[in-house]
């Protein structure tokens, strides 16, 4: 192969924009077997994600999507965009919401904005960036809102 060759990465520190907004693709359509495996798979046994009977009866009348696929979704779908490959590590949540439910059979868009960026004082040739992840379902209704901050490679001193 003689052509050149190009790697799949996120950004690098110096990458990225304050007030940014990043629109990841694609959308994820949620499935019953999605939900059920995650809500199994990690241990959660709410009725709420498992009991079509039971839920049909509470006040959203039908099964939810576990709210933990849906973080993991929302924050998943960031990664290729901006954290492959040039993050160090996730730092934490500064905060989390749901302010309306995801059901099976709706689809996911996520986006993230750049809140702020800054070099590390005591990791020299890294930055932390702040950033707020946001999901709304095929209808324009957010169905979650993160705050995290994490901490990414300068180009210069990537490994």
């Keep these: 192969m ?83 490959g040039t993050i160090v590590a996730n730092l934490g949540f500064t905060e989390v919401n749901f302010p309306h439910p995801l059901y099976h059979g709706d689809t996911m868009y996520s986006e993230s904005e750049v809140l702020e960026k800054r070099l590390s004082k005591s990791r020299p040739g890294q930055g932390i960036i702040s950033l707020r992840h946001t999901a709304k379902n095929q209808e324009g209704v957010v169905v979650a809102v993160a705050t995290r901050s994490v901490m990414v490679w300068t180009e210069e001193n990537a490994p």
């Excluded at 939900?35 to 009991?51: A, G, I």
């Design 2 to 84: 003689t052509g050149k060759r190009i790697q799949q990465r996120g950004l690098w520190f110096d990458e990225f924009e304050e007030g940014a907004v990043y629109l990841h693709a694609p959308g994820r359509t949620v499935t019953e077997a999605d939900n059920v495996f995650f809500t199994t798979l990690t241990m959660n046994t709410q009725s709420l994600h498992l009991d079509a009977a039971w839920s049909a009866e509470q006040p959203f009348g039908q099964r939810l999507v576990n709210s933990m696929f849906t973080l993991s979704t929302m924050v998943g779908a960031s990664v290729a965009q901006l954290t492959q």
